[in-house]
């Protein structure tokens, strides 16, 4: 539920701010689309309205929140740029802690003072499946920064991105080497009978 | 982690700008229509950073010519930091002491000892002529400040820019976009006592982290941490009689 004076504000000109919020354990990742920090939250799942979300830069690719937000999209990246090397470095994602973690982007309108009018209503909810960490070599003058792209699944219909990978009994001799103990798998799969190897 | 103290000042006297320019920019983008077919603007930065030039630096000696380098050698590449002043003394709340040509004067120099007696080199200490307090705590990202001003010789009331040290996040600058009326304030700063005007501003950078009331506010000459914007150099060049004009610009450090 947006609240009236948040709406009041979307119909002139207004600073907004969107907020993403991943659930990550124990610490949840938050940034917005802001160049300052900022103490906010969103009630249904931060504990207070005074957590410090990061800010993150601006948004590199506007029309693709957008088609989330209508919709019509079922699976989406969020592509934020502009993040400090050493922000990103205080969270170790890695894909076995992102996978499946609830994932929240919402917006609230900031006031002339740029505090925001509302706790941040909470627009879409996602699942995220992966995360992708890109700090391109820089050169000359350029300032290293951090694109932060998350791949998330909304909705029933989704579709979802596999992270297994299959173990093959190749897999395992390369790890431990003439150990056969796999080998059988491939004709169990099929159903074949298999004979329990004698050592 | 990128740190924002204990940093290099420039020396803007010494590089002698022909121009400068400050200036707060941020991020909006048009909105669409409303329904009556007028554009409304979104802002999506919550906020503007700083950021400024000084222009056509003034650089022949042998020592501008070094100095000047030791800008480039540390600032180009835009990854390493120094504190950049504004050179606010004209327009800013200052006293118009004695000496020619009138002009306000941010910081008195050349304060002797106690016994009368100046440093070696001939140089005093050095005082800022107006400064200011928190008198009230404010969290990060405030939009609003409560602040004392001391040794102003007019009120505040239009725009002034002013800075504070910030433990972790170093000088940062800001200037007031609506201010209140003021109100009588004495307060102890340093064990001495002073008398002066506090007022309630709102300011146009938001506080980059949270203050304490009582942490000083400076007024002469504010200063910010800044880099050169991404992908702008300052190339060492000189003309005849080694004659130099470097343009340099800053944003403000992230």
Request: hydrophobic residues 40%; contains cysteine; aromatic residues 10%.
């Given at each position: 539920?947006?609240?009236?004076?948040?709406?009041?504000?979307?119909?002139?000109?207004?600073?907004l701010?969107?907020?993403f919020?991943?659930?990550?354990?124990?610490?949840?990742?938050r940034?917005?689309?802001g160049?300052?920090?900022?103490?906010a939250?969103?009630?249904?799942?931060?504990a207070?309205?005074?957590?410090?979300?990061?800010?993150g830069?601006?948004?590199?690719?506007?029309?693709?929140?957008?088609?989330?937000?209508?919709?019509?999209?079922?699976?989406?990246?969020?592509?934020?740029?502009g993040?400090?090397?050493?922000t990103?470095?205080?969270?170790?994602?890695?894909?076995?802690?992102?996978?499946?973690?609830?994932?929240?982007?919402?917006?609230t309108?900031?006031?002339?003072?740029?505090?925001?009018?509302?706790?941040?209503?909470?627009m879409?909810t996602?699942?995220?499946?992966?995360?992708?960490?890109?700090?391109?070599?820089?050169?000359?003058?350029d300032?290293?920064?951090?694109?932060?792209?998350?791949?998330?699944?909304?909705?029933?219909?989704?579709?979802?991105r596999?992270?297994?990978?299959?173990?093959s009994?190749?897999?395992?001799?390369?790890?431990?080497?003439g150990?056969?103990?796999?080998?059988?798998?491939?004709?169990?799969?099929?159903?074949?009978?298999?004979?329990?190897?004698?050592? | 982690?990128?740190?924002?103290?204990?940093l290099?000042?420039?020396?803007?006297?010494?590089?002698?700008?022909?121009?400068?320019?400050?200036?707060?920019?941020?991020?909006?983008?048009?909105?669409?229509?409303?329904?009556?077919?007028?554009?409304?603007?979104?802002?999506l930065?919550?906020?503007?950073?700083?950021?400024?030039?000084?222009?056509?630096?003034w650089?022949?000696?042998?020592?501008?010519?070094?100095?000047?380098?030791w800008?480039?050698?540390?600032?180009?590449?835009?990854?390493?930091?120094?504190?950049?002043?504004?050179?606010?003394?004209?327009?800013?709340p200052?006293?118009?002491?004695?000496?020619?040509?009138?002009?306000?004067?941010?910081?008195?120099?050349?304060?002797?000892?106690?016994d009368?007696?100046?440093?070696?080199?001939g140089?005093?200490?050095?005082?800022?002529?107006?400064?200011g307090?928190?008198?009230?705590?404010?969290?990060?990202?405030?939009?609003?400040?409560?602040?004392?001003?001391?040794?102003?010789?007019?009120?505040l009331?239009?725009?002034?820019?002013?800075?504070?040290?910030?433990?972790?996040?170093?000088?940062?600058?800001?200037?007031?976009?609506?201010?209140?009326?003021?109100?009588?304030?004495?307060?102890?700063?340093?064990?001495?006592?002073?008398?002066?005007?506090?007022y309630?501003?709102?300011?146009?950078?938001?506080?980059?982290?949270?203050?304490?009331?009582?942490?000083?506010?400076?007024?002469?000459?504010?200063?910010?941490?800044?880099?050169?914007?991404?992908?702008?150099?300052?190339?060492?060049?000189?003309?005849?009689?080694?004659?130099?004009?470097?343009?340099?610009?800053?944003?403000?450090?992230?």
């Amino acid at each position: 539920m947006v609240p009236a004076g948040v709406i009041a504000a979307l119909r002139g000109s207004h600073q907004l701010g969107i907020f993403f919020r991943l659930d990550l354990d124990p610490d949840p990742l938050r940034l917005w689309l802001g160049i300052n920090d900022i103490p906010a939250g969103i009630e249904s799942v931060d504990a207070t309205t005074q957590e410090t979300y990061l800010g993150g830069g601006i948004l590199q690719d506007v029309p693709m929140l957008e088609a989330v937000l209508n919709g019509v999209a079922d699976r989406a990246e969020f592509i934020v740029s502009g993040i400090e090397p050493a922000t990103m470095a205080r969270w170790n994602l890695d894909e076995v802690k992102v996978r499946g973690k609830a994932f929240h982007v919402g917006i609230t309108t900031l006031d002339d003072y740029y505090q925001p009018m509302s706790a941040v209503v909470p627009m879409i909810t996602g699942r995220a499946s992966r995360i992708t960490e890109a700090m391109p070599p820089v050169t000359g003058t350029d300032s290293p920064t951090v694109t932060l792209a998350l791949s998330v699944g909304f909705g029933i219909t989704t579709r979802d991105r596999t992270s297994q990978a299959l173990w093959s009994p190749v897999h395992h001799k390369a790890a431990h080497p003439g150990d056969r103990f796999c080998d059988g798998t491939a004709r169990m799969e099929r159903g074949a009978p298999v004979t329990w190897p004698k050592f | 982690m990128a740190v924002y103290i204990n940093l290099p000042t420039l020396d803007v006297d010494f590089i002698k700008p022909q121009r400068m320019s400050f200036d707060t920019p941020g991020g909006g983008m048009e909105g669409g229509r409303n329904s009556l077919g007028e554009g409304i603007t979104i802002g999506l930065s919550g906020g503007p950073m700083i950021a400024g030039a000084f222009e056509n630096c003034w650089v022949q000696a042998p020592e501008e010519h070094e100095y000047a380098n030791w800008i480039a050698a540390r600032m180009n590449g835009s990854f390493r930091f120094m504190v950049v002043p504004f050179l606010t003394d004209w327009m800013g709340p200052f006293p118009v002491l004695s000496g020619y040509p009138p002009v306000p004067q941010p910081i008195i120099n050349g304060i002797p000892h106690s016994d009368g007696a100046l440093f070696a080199d001939g140089a005093g200490y050095s005082q800022a002529t107006v400064f200011g307090t928190f008198a009230q705590s404010a969290a990060l990202n405030a939009g609003q400040i409560v602040v004392n001003v001391y040794g102003a010789t007019r009120d505040l009331r239009h725009s002034d820019w002013m800075s504070t040290y910030h433990s972790v996040k170093g000088w940062r600058a800001w200037r007031y976009w609506e201010c209140s009326d003021p109100a009588d304030v004495s307060e102890t700063v340093d064990g001495v006592s002073y008398s002066g005007k506090q007022y309630t501003l709102a300011i146009d950078v938001p506080l980059r982290q949270a203050v304490e009331a009582g942490q000083r506010i400076e007024l002469a000459r504010p200063r910010c941490v800044m880099k050169f914007p991404a992908g702008f150099t300052m190339p060492w060049e000189a003309e005849g009689f080694w004659q130099s004009r470097p343009s340099m610009r800053f944003v403000e450090a992230f």
